[in-house]
């Protein structure tokens, strides 16, 4: 455990020093963002920035957008306003290929146009019948939805959904990512995480050390890049 630590510490130092190194002559400068500023709920669950340098702030009361000076607001309202989003809690945000960003909140998946800011909702977990677990972008930047059993792929041009990926028998799904050899990991409920290649078969299933801990993880394995 110590050395554990120890390791950890003299790699932080390390990056801290070569990061200072390099930007002696940049000092950095942070700014604090709260409700008082025009964010719409100080507990921020998802950051992402998009390519144009955008910053969005998902929290439990809506989507912030921030440009540097404002922030605009996107949130569930009447269905008959103009760029409502269907949830409020936000859980994720990422960019497509074409730029747009895609929001995941507890309602399932909305799309904000790259250009316009408009608002065109995506999956929805009333009408389809099957909850977002997770979303992630494919190696052509397509979203991929992760639900409790399944991985679909987001067809744009038509606005419909191909099924990828079907769970093993008594597996339960719960995160994805991509890595760099052109395959994926998928999180499992049951102590695994499954590596998947570009064909969407399962080529390795690794076992979590936590399975011998105890169940107070409740089998999740989590998976960030």
């Known amino acids: 455990m110590y050395r554990l630590w120890f390791t950890f510490i ?5 990056c801290f020093h070569s990061m200072t190194a390099t930007t002696h002559d940049k000092p950095f400068f942070f700014q604090h963002l709260t409700m008082e500023d025009g964010l719409s709920n100080n507990h921020v669950s ?5 390519k144009d340098g955008i910053l969005w702030l998902g929290t439990q009361k809506g989507l912030n957008c921030y440009d540097g000076h404002n922030f605009r607001l996107y949130k569930k309202r009447d269905s008959s306003t103009a760029n409502s989003i269907r949830g409020n809690g936000i859980k994720k945000i990422l960019q497509d290929r074409d730029n747009n960003i895609w929001v995941q909140h507890e309602k399932g998946t909305d799309e904000i146009n790259y250009i316009t800011r408009n608002v065109r909702h995506g999956w929805a ?3 389809i019948g099957k909850s977002v677990i997770d979303i992630c972008t494919d190696y052509n930047q397509q979203l991929l939805i992760l639900c409790d059993q399944e ?3 987001y067809i744009k041009p038509s606005r419909s959904y191909k099924r990828l990926f079907t769970a093993p028998e008594n597996y339960s799904l719960f995160s994805l990512i ?6 994926y990991y998928i999180g499992t409920r ?3 995480v499954l590596r998947c290649d570009s064909n969407w ?3 390795s299933r690794i076992q979590s050390a936590l399975k011998q801990k105890g169940p107070a993880n409740k089998g999740l394995v989590f998976l960030c890049v």
């Open 10 to 14: 003299i790699t932080l130092f390390s």
């Open 46 to 50: 998802a950051i992402f920035q998009s």
């Open 125 to 127: 977990h009333d009408s």
């Open 151 to 153: 991985v679909w792929q």
């Open 178 to 183: 991509k890595d760099k050899q052109g395959g």
């Open 190 to 192: 049951q102590y695994e």
């Open 201 to 203: 078969n399962i080529t």
